[in-house]
């Protein structure tokens, strides 16, 4: 896999700053990273919310792509 660090940040639009910020706390700044990672897992962040999840769930699904667990979806 590339490495994504030094590309620039591609994160929905309207992701809230609190989402934001549990991201990058969590070094992920990049949608692709997102595939990796479970919904549960994001849940778990603090300033992670179903909206936000739901968000990301509509961004990586315009790319093709899902969060870990939903790859069947």
């Given at each position: 896999?590339?490495?994504t660090d030094d590309m620039p940040e591609d994160?929905?639009?309207?992701?809230?700053s609190a989402a934001r910020r549990a991201l990058?706390?969590?070094?992920?700044?990049?949608?692709d990273q997102l595939t990796a990672v479970r919904a549960s897992d994001?849940?778990?962040l603090h300033g992670m919310?179903?909206?936000?999840i739901g968000q990301?769930?509509?961004a990586l699904a315009a790319r093709g792509q899902?969060?870990?667990d939903e790859d069947d979806r």
């Open positions: 896999m590339p490495n994160l929905p639009a309207g992701l809230s990058s706390r969590a070094k992920y700044t990049r949608l994001l849940g778990r919310g179903a909206k936000a990301i769930r509509v899902s969060l870990a």
